[in-house]
């Protein structure tokens, strides 16, 4: 089975500066790699995913992640974030051929003023 | 209603209790989830069910019984819980549980507590 590691479970951050949240997992076949948001009192939302082609994917809020195969990572950034982006993020990876996915434990994002 | 509608979203029942949480999807998907989300733990799969057959049970207890009568309908029974169990329980739907570019749409979950 996969495991997804998000080492910070909460990132603190100013308004307009940048960030970088942190996702690894363990694999030995190839996998599908996602972001999904969940603001608060809300379900899931998918921000981006990595499915084939070019290793950088973006979201349309400005987000992005790279898929490292090498380092088993996909780290989502943003250059300069807002108030809005205060949410948990979790990092998600799929076996091929199957909508099963493991996620992490999720990583906290608090924007302040 | 549009999306993924999850019923009841608050919900405190006793160990001894009886209860059932509702899943409804308006999506048009053949393909619904039950996931459990616990405090600084990873989200954990518990039921797939795709065309209303079951297709994974993450080895859960027994004292948690899905049922899904429809495409577009799915159910968690609940009986003798443990303090435990207390958790958001997300409800999900795909378009098919065979090909992962299918996105996963989640519903805003019932938060369960059991005392």
């Known amino acids: 089975a996969q495991s997804v590691t998000q080492l910070d479970s909460q990132v603190p951050v100013f308004e307009e500066a940048p960030v970088e949240l942190r996702c690894n997992y363990s694999?030995?076949?190839?996998?599908?790699l996602f972001w999904y948001v969940q603001y608060p009192n809300q379900g899931l939302q998918l921000l981006l995913k990595?499915?084939?082609?070019?290793?950088l994917v973006e979201s349309i809020n400005g987000f992005e992640a790279e898929f490292n195969k090498s380092q088993t990572s996909f780290h989502l950034r943003k250059p300069s974030v807002h108030i809005s982006d205060t949410a948990e993020y979790f990092c998600?990876?799929?076996?091929?051929?199957?909508?099963?996915?493991?996620f992490g434990s999720g990583t906290k994002l608090n924007v302040k003023p | 209603e549009t999306g993924v509608t999850q019923t009841p979203r608050h919900l405190v029942m006793g160990m001894t209790n009886k209860k059932s949480l509702k899943c409804e999807q308006h999506?048009?998907?053949?393909?619904m989830y039950w996931y459990k989300q616990s405090a600084k733990k990873p989200l954990e799969l518990m039921f797939v069910?795709?065309?209303?057959?079951?297709?994974e049970n993450n080895s859960v207890p027994s004292r948690f019984s899905p049922e899904c009568p429809n495409s577009s309908h799915l159910f968690l029974h609940l009986h003798t819980l443990q303090p435990e169990d207390s958790a958001l329980y997300l409800c999900?739907?795909?378009?098919?549980?065979?090909?992962?570019?299918?996105?996963?749409?989640f519903g805003p979950g019932t938060r369960l507590t059991v005392t």
């Open positions: 990595y499915l084939s082609g070019s290793t």
């Open positions: 998600a990876v799929s076996e091929y051929n199957f909508n099963k996915f493991y």
């Open positions: 069910y795709n065309f209303k057959e079951q297709t």
């Open positions: 999506l048009g998907h053949n393909a």
């Open positions: 694999s030995s076949v190839s996998v599908y």
């Open positions: 999900a739907s795909s378009q098919e549980y065979s090909k992962v570019t299918y996105e996963q749409y």
